[in-house]
């Protein structure tokens, strides 16, 4: 497990310096990487270059990055297993840019008192907090806030509504 | 503009309907005690703003023990003692009788009123007073007089010259929403801004003199408390922990505050002394503990903990070891923001029985008896605040789709809605008794 997560750090390591080498290149439009990429799929087989496979794990890099908001269950104040891939994304990222800050905003849906939801939100933020300083992100570099339920993404009393407004949001600073 | 305007206040005081903005009763009593009150004789000339008799009326009404005789039924509209017959009120089934007078006082600016009130089945006058005050103040004037009635008949005193602080957010989107800390009387009218910000505010409260009211407002980006003088406007930062800052609420003597902090990882109650700014840690847990109150005599606290899994609520003295920590609801899903109604024994709270049913009621447990009295059936009913007399409790619900406020009477009898304003209004916090 020790062994496997060292790999994947490395590899990390090498999208980052490589994704770096690319923004210089091509000023780091996301969707111009996308392209160059898949024309280097279609031109995989036979080909034994690296640089394919390097280049979808940069593009899965980016996309992580581009999730900023997670979901949570009702009443549960752990992530969703679905986003762990995602939040290690961005622990790497942290740990790779250690003047990048961010803010975790953490929210709750209406149900239940205000004081409450407020706690139920900082404990979210806490659970990914937690999350992405085991996975090598430094604790000065993001910043915990709780909104509760006094800033919902969607208002309302559906439960669309609510699965919306129990979520914490990735802020950059 | 202002033509139109005035031509329709006029159509509405032609039609003997009151210009204010009223109550909405929505649930009263069998037989509440009929009561006439004159409409009061204005010596005056012109149209004063006010309609004292209205407002008594009103205050009577919406508490539901009474029910006002309609003016249009009256046999005749005394104003003072002698222009009263007795009978002209029994015949109309009458138990009591209010009739007054309003005159310029000589030479100044200000007003007199007169108020008379009357047994109907003895024949006697209970009480009359002359008040003076300026026409700006004929509100409290007729909040007094309410006061007077009410506690004539039913014993409590009366709080009508009570007010509220509660919390109003409007505007489209997370982005474009207004914050307003808003004070008013207790029946919402003549609301007042006392911060109004981009960023959110949180937990209003009164300090026991109702000179200073306590709030969490993010308007720094982050949770933290202040208190502001309500006469000299004057604000203060009261705390900057780290993480949470939150729920406010002033000891009885006025001189310590409760919180909520998690600068130490969890939130847990503290209190802070507001002369030395010393600060004692009340709760340790990993669990969340939060919405502390104070007992009557401000040596124990009431407050909601999670360390069961859900929201229950405990009890514990100041300076006991946090093993002395007493649970005292068990019989539902979640129970959360208690208080203490002023026996010490009945606690007000905020209750959901089951998992199953996401209902959150106001709700009424005796902590003797664990009898439980459910007070309310909308569904999304929340931070519930008691009446300087107990005669009320005030809370926050949800009607098509926006938050308003609610009061209904501690033994559920009664129920009223506050007039609508703009916005979501949420967070009552109804102040002490005011003189």
Redesign the interface.
Known sequence: MAMQSKQIFKIGILVVALSVLAACRSSGDAEEAADSSSASESARPGAASTAPALSQEEIRAQNALRQTVFYFDFDIADFKAADRDTLTYHARDLAANPNKRIRLEGHAD???????N???G??RANGILNYLIVNGATRTQIE?????E????Q???TEQAYDRNRRVEVVAR | MRCIFAGIFLSLLANGVQAELSIQITQGIDNPIPIAIVPFFWQGAGVLDEDIAQIVMNDLEQVGEFRALSRSNMLSMPSEEQEVFYNDWRVLAQDYLLVGKIDRATGGQLVTVQYEFFDINRETKLSGEILTGSVTQLRDIAHTISNVVFQHVTGIPGAFNSEILYIVSEGAGPENTLFRLEKADYDGARAQVLLESGEPIMSPSWSPDAQSVAYVSFETDLPRIYVQNLNSGERRQITNYPNINSSPVWSPDGSKLAMVLSKDGSPDIYVQDLLTNELMRITDHPAIDTEPSWSRDGRSLVFMSDRTGQPQIYQMELGASSYDIERLTYDCFQCAKAQFLPDGVNLVHVRRETRQDPMYHIAIMNIETLRTFILTDTSLDESPTLAPNGSMIMYATKFNGRGVLDAVSIDGRVKFRLPSTQGDVREPSWSPLLN
């Open positions: 209406e149900r239940g008192t205000r004081e409450y407020l706690a139920l900082e404990r915990v806030v709780s909104y509760g006094e800033r919902p993404a208002t309302g009393q």
